[in-house]
């Protein structure tokens, strides 16, 4: 198996389990882990973590096999790794990405559709196409425009130059760059931390960032959006427990309802 799924308690953990190939991803690894992406779903988690087995998350497409002559790029992305990556990236609960060694090419893409990005100081991120004459995707153009910036999106496109851990979360690519030996405990506690609350409203939340994301919002249809969303949220149960604990000065008890 190159894709593994556990779950403990409301927490999906999937492992990208692959690591005599630095867990790049085959057809057939990008099927097991769409796969298991529906098992976790199907399951009713409230957070799913991904991770990378032995020396680094995933660098990227298994290019052994490639091609060039034969192979049609585009077709490729279009009909395997676009889709699973927004599968992860519309996953309908909080995921979290732990991230340790290489996230190169899809690896990185897989890794910045997780809602949470943590990373270990040893992490190498970027994009390394340009010493192979190809695109950086999986969205990675608009991963580094949104959140490096242009000037910085062009540079690490231009010079494929890696980023390590500590870069990555300084410039504000990734969330947190933690110690490697720390990197897992971290994301798996805050993973079941926000799995305990009110996941249900968080996942309107996400739908909202999204939107704002993907359609350009501005104040006033986000506005409209959150009082749409929290409409919807204040026929939930945790709503209801949520206020009744703020009123009766005790914790809430949220069950993601």
């Known amino acids: 198996m190159t894709v593994r799924l556990s779950v403990e308690g409301q ?67 279009v009909k395997t790794f676009n889709p699973l990556i927004l599968r992860l990236a519309r996953f309908p609960v909080p995921t979290f990405a732990a991230v340790h060694g290489a996230a190169l090419g899809v690896g990185l893409g897989l890794a910045l559709a997780c809602d949470v990005v943590c990373v270990a100081e040893d992490a190498q991120i970027g994009s390394p196409f340009a010493r192979i004459g190809a695109v950086l995707d999986s969205g990675g153009h608009s991963h580094f425009v949104h959140r490096l910036g242009p000037h910085r999106a062009l540079e690490l496109i231009y010079t494929g130059r890696l980023l390590t851990g500590e870069e990555a979360a300084a410039w504000g690519l990734v969330n947190a760059c933690l110690p490697a030996g720390q990197l897992l405990e971290h994301v798996r506690a805050m993973a079941a931390t926000v799995a305990s609350g009110p996941t249900r409203a968080f996942r309107l939340s996400k739908s909202l960032v999204q939107d704002i994301d993907t359609k350009g919002w501005g104040l006033e249809a986000v506005l409209a959006a959150e009082a749409r969303a929290q409409g919807e949220a204040c026929r939930t149960a945790d709503y209801a427990e949520g206020i009744g604990a703020f009123q009766e000065r005790r914790q809430p008890h949220f069950v993601g309802r």
């Open 11 to 77: 927490v999906a953990e999937v492992l990208l389990d692959r690591p005599d190939k630095r867990n790049a991803l085959d057809d057939a690894m990008a099927a097991a882990l769409r796969g298991a992406l529906d098992e976790a779903e199907g399951a009713g988690v409230r957070a799913l973590v991904l991770r990378g087995a032995g020396k680094g998350f995933c660098a990227g497409r298994d290019l052994a096999g490639a091609n060039p002559a034969e192979e049609d790029a585009e077709a490729i992305l």
